[in-house]
């Protein structure tokens, strides 16, 4: 009789993934909050022979841990984003690699709004305002921003989540304008059915005329400090740079310079370089009048959360029983 296949997950994901599995596997699950090493999860996967890992975007995957365990024939991850993980390595060694795309491409583009709102309305600010009892009268000036509807939404990289942010634009009759590396007449056409207008422009020009900037690029070599000081001193002083796809792709220094010299406005960030971003970070001084930071929780819906575990257990299924993977980061990848 062969042995039950065994899968490590590093943290606990919801319960719709892990009871599909444990129905079928023997299921290890690191009950920490915090993430394990990566010496820690070589060994987790040596002492277990494990034929499937279950990470997350904070778990880092490379070769030693794909070499750690002789029979691992999938990773997957509980992310759409898998620039944790060294796909070649995987291919090299024949390791599947399963991620979770589409199912919260909505919900982190609620998310998106949910920053960009923020910041031009100054809500996270007024709250404070109240809680430290400031709140004396009705004031003609007090807490002013800028107007969201009517105007300009520049949404760099229009792939799902950046086509999804855009849509809700329709609500508020922006103009949008994206960037990215090419033309997308489809995603064009898509936004056209729901009235936005979308403009292809160059990252120049989206950065001139946006009053809202918002971020949807994957995290690769090119796209590594994508928006740098250059690119902040190109935004008009009273606008608003949003970030929902990977710290990295902003330069902290250059922000935080901007924001200290008013070459934007305001910031709202749910990913962050370093990430997590410690309570004592310069970057902090600027919250919640400049900065609204949340931690990572683009697609923090019950909902999306819940799908996201079962499409990690069925990524799983399929890399342990050989077949091809529902969701393939190599797929997707164009590898
Ligand atoms: C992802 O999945 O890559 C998001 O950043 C977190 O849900």
């Not at 030693?64 to 024939?73: C, G, K, M, N, T």
Request: net charge negative.
């Amino acid at each position: 009789m062969t042995a039950t296949p065994t899968v490590y997950v590093t943290r606990k994901i919801p319960e719709a993934g892990l009871a599909r599995l444990r129905d079928r596997y023997e299921v290890v699950v690191r009950d920490e909050k915090l993430p394990p090493s990566k010496a820690h999860i070589e060994r987790r996967l040596a002492d277990l022979d494990a034929d499937g890992l279950v990470c997350l975007l904070s778990d880092t995957i490379d070769a030693d841990v794909l070499d750690a365990s002789s029979d691992l024939s999938v990773v997957s991850t509980f992310s759409v984003g898998y620039d944790h993980i060294d796909l070649e390595a995987a291919i090299e060694r024949d390791v599947a690699v399963g991620h979770t795309p589409g199912v919260l491409t909505e919900t982190t583009a609620d998310l998106a709004w949910a920053l960009l709102m923020t910041c031009a309305r100054r809500t996270v600010e007024g709250h404070a305002y109240v809680e430290a009892d400031e709140w004396e009268t009705w004031g003609p000036t007090l807490l002013t921003g800028p107007d969201v509807h009517g105007a300009t939404l520049g949404i760099i990289g229009l792939g799902n989540i950046g086509t999804a942010t855009a849509r809700r634009a329709a609500g508020f009759e922006m103009a949008v304008r994206y960037s990215g590396r090419s033309r997308k007449p489809d995603r064009e056409a898509e936004l056209a059915e729901v009235g936005v207008d979308a403009t292809y422009v160059d990252r120049e020009e989206l950065l001139a005329e946006s009053d809202f900037v918002s971020l949807h690029v994957p995290l690769v070599e090119s796209t590594e400090e994508l928006i740098g000081a250059s690119e902040l001193r190109q935004m008009p002083d009273d606008s608003i740079l949003v970030n929902t796809s990977r710290g990295g792709v902003v330069d902290t220094d250059a922000l935080d310079t901007a924001l200290e010299e008013g070459w934007i406005a305001r910031a709202g960030l749910d990913v962050t370089d370093p990430e997590p971003l410690p309570g004592d970070h310069p970057l902090l001084r600027h919250a919640p009048s400049r900065l609204v930071v949340t931690p990572h929780i683009g697609s923090a819906s019950i909902g999306t959360r819940d799908r996201m575990a079962e499409m990690v257990a069925a990524c799983t299924e399929a890399g342990i029983e050989g077949e091809p993977l529902p969701h393939s980061a190599r797929q997707d990848a164009g590898l």
